[in-house]
């Protein structure tokens, strides 16, 4: 059985649980409690080097990173195309997730709602974040103008790597007030079989 090391508040952790829900795939999780320091373990950074969730563990395996995790676990289903253009853009939209979403949206989220003091610990920071998120909900606006989804028709792992964090990008302080297209996208994510938000747990699952 696949285990996952995860923090449940986490938007990176959240798309690996998403995505096997998705997949109806049973999982060991075992949550991992990053403000107590227990992803700075000996034992954790001898899985992970860089002490990051989420980590699966796959056969005595490791393999870290949101959006590569996704990639492996979508490979042979439908939630990555097998055309290899489509594959490229799948790849192409969680390049953007990694490199010009997540610094603002994610960072702010964190920062401003799960970090105590984290809004005078990082003031200097707030301007940035909402200057790059913002530029990114506009991008993604423009693309989902005249479409469901970020790739093809269906839902794909692209979807799910920029839900994560957009879902909840009120709580770095985002309006989506201005991005109907977003907003319209989100609820169709949502309404996708099989979709659980971020409080979901598997029924197997390890203190």
Do not use: C
């Not at 986490?10 to 795939?25: D, E, F, I």
């Not at 996704?70 to 490979?75: S, T």
């Not at 005249?146 to 770095?172: K, P």
Request: glycine letters at 6%.
């Amino acid at each position: 059985m696949l285990t996952l090391y995860s923090t449940q508040a986490s938007g990176n952790s959240y798309k690996v649980r998403l995505m096997l829900a998705q997949l109806g795939r049973p999982f060991r999780l075992v949550e991992v409690d990053i403000f107590a320091g227990e992803n700075r373990t000996p034992d954790f950074r001898a899985r992970n080097p860089e002490g990051r969730v989420p980590l699966l563990e796959v056969d005595g395996r490791f393999l870290a990173e949101s959006n590569a995790i996704l990639f492996y676990l979508a490979e042979g289903t439908r939630f990555l195309p097998a055309d290899a253009f489509d594959r490229a853009e799948v790849l192409r939209w969680m390049f953007f997730e990694q490199h010009s979403h997540e610094p603002g949206i994610a960072a702010a989220r964190f920062w401003l709602r799960q970090v105590r003091g984290g809004r005078d610990l990082r003031t200097h920071d707030v301007d940035r974040w909402m200057e790059e998120g913002y530029a990114a909900l506009r991008v993604m606006e423009r693309h989902l103008g005249d479409r469901r989804f970020f790739v093809g028709a269906t839902l794909t792992i692209a979807d799910m790597a920029l839900y994560a964090h957009t879902h909840v990008a009120e709580e770095g302080d985002f309006s989506l007030q201005g991005f109907p297209a977003v907003r319209a996208w989100l609820e169709r994510v949502a309404a996708e079989p099989d979709h659980v938000d971020m409080e979901w747990r598997p029924s197997v699952a390890a203190a």
